[in-house]
Nanobody, 125 residues
Framework: QVQLVESGGGLVQPGDSLRLSCTAS????????GGWFRQVPGKDREFVAVLSWHGGDRDYADSVKGRFTISRDKAKNTLYLQMNNLNPADTAVYYC??????????????????WGPGTQVTVSS
């Protein structure tokens, strides 16, 4: 199974920006849709954003629409999550994942079969 590795997390202040990266082996995100999820202790993992394998479709959780942008660099085999105007409610471990599920299942945790280990994002003043 292809390994996914996230990076870019850290401690930032409210209103700041971060860009998360998720690297995989060659061509991976051209064959699989890539998603970002997040989880805080004691809560279920929740959908954040997804980019379709062909790059033509994107979707976001309502809580991040207008602030987060998902994208990819095919040459670098990397999926990104640009996070702007962060607030304390965005504090979580962020996970990159991949799926070949139908688009209607794009926000379901169970539709994703390959996960990275996660990267911590903390938003605090």
């Amino acid at each position: 199974q292809v390994q996914l590795v996230e990076s870019g997390g850290g401690l930032v202040q409210p209103g700041d920006s971060l860009r998360l990266s998720c690297t995989a082996s060659g061509g991976y995100f051209s064959r699989n849709s890539g998603g970002w999820f997040r989880q805080v202790p004691g809560k279920d993992r929740e959908f954040v954003a997804v980019l379709s394998w062909h790059g033509g479709d994107r979707d976001y959780a309502d809580s991040v629409k207008g602030r987060f942008t998902i994208s990819r660099d095919k040459a670098k085999n990397t999926l990104y999550l640009q996070m702007n105007n962060l607030n304390p409610a965005d504090t979580a471990v962020y996970y990159c994942a991949s799926t070949r599920t139908v688009w209607s299942n794009r926000a379901s945790v169970n539709a994703y079969g390959n996960w990275g280990p996660g990267t911590q994002v903390t938003v605090s003043s």
